[in-house]
């Protein structure tokens, strides 16, 4: 059975101040002030903005969370002002980080083969990378959903060496801080396709292999999500703000079967 997943995404929210309270709030709201063992239960997981990192390792690394970068560089060192390195995270004690997320693809220029000499990297260094793609409503519409999901994978796929360390997270973007989630079929569909896909290039390895959902996740909705085979947790936006939302949805994952 794979191990269940929550991961918040800060996105360019909150000050360092503000982490103490954060996470006390959230422990005590979960449960894990009590019981440290619910770290070893599900794996609790935040990606935060880079001058938190620190400030939130601190505070939660005793409490068995993981703490991520939201974006890294490919590259170890360089002129690349403005930039953060694979080396420069793993000397504060940070080893996780997202990669590809649909903001960074829309806003920042990111593209499939950006997005999967990032991944090989924080492969070869060690690092949980959390590989997010997904399909505009646009592309829903039209039909392309999986032709768009093979286009974002296979670079990756062919830039790593094996699934050691790769969580993939849907991110369907029509329905990121919309409101507007997938169904739990819908969702549950497109994450067969994308184990199936993963399946084919890499055998019997695909069947450990997390897949996030993260489109609008929340309270209400998670635990159908996790009714499905092939969802595995969750990438949370807003929700991931608040401790108790954020906290109720760990519950709903200690519950699932």
Not at 5 to 15: E, S, T, Y
Not at 117 to 131: E, P, R
Not at 188 to 216: K, M, P, V, W
Request: proline residues 3%.
């Amino acid at each position: 059975m794979r191990k269940k997943m929550i991961a918040g995404n800060w996105k360019m929210n909150k000050v360092v101040s503000d982490v103490p309270e954060f996470f006390r709030a959230f422990s005590s709201a979960c449960g894990l002030a009590k019981d440290r063992s619910i770290s070893a239960k599900v794996d609790i997981l935040f990606a935060v903005p880079s001058v938190l990192l620190d400030a939130c390792r601190t505070t939660a690394s005793g409490m068995g969370i993981h703490v991520a970068a939201q974006n890294i560089h490919q590259e170890t060192s360089g002129a690349f002002t403005g930039e953060v390195s694979l080396p420069m995270l793993s000397d504060i004690g940070v080893n996780a980080t997202l990669i590809g997320h649909s903001e960074r693809r829309q806003f920042f220029g990111e593209t499939n083969q950006s997005v999967a000499l990032k991944t090989a990297s924080a492969q070869k260094a060690g690092f949980l990378a959390i590989v997010c793609f997904g399909e505009t409503l646009e592309q829903r519409n039209a039909g392309q959903t999986e032709a768009v999901i093979k286009d974002q994978l296979d670079p990756v796929f062919d830039a790593i060496s094996g699934l050691n360390n790769i969580v993939l997270a849907y991110e369907p973007v029509w329905a990121i801080g919309t409101g507007v989630s997938a169904t739990s079929a819908q969702a549950q569909s497109a994450h067969e396709y994308i184990r199936n896909l993963t399946r084919s290039r890499f055998g019997g390895s695909a069947d450990s292999l997390r897949i996030l959902y993260g489109g609008s996740a929340n309270p209400k909705n998670i635990a159908e999500l996790f009714t499905k085979a092939d969802i595995d947790g969750a990438l949370i936006g807003g929700a991931s703000l608040k401790p108790d939302e954020i906290s109720s949805m760990v519950v709903k994952a200690l519950e699932a079967k």
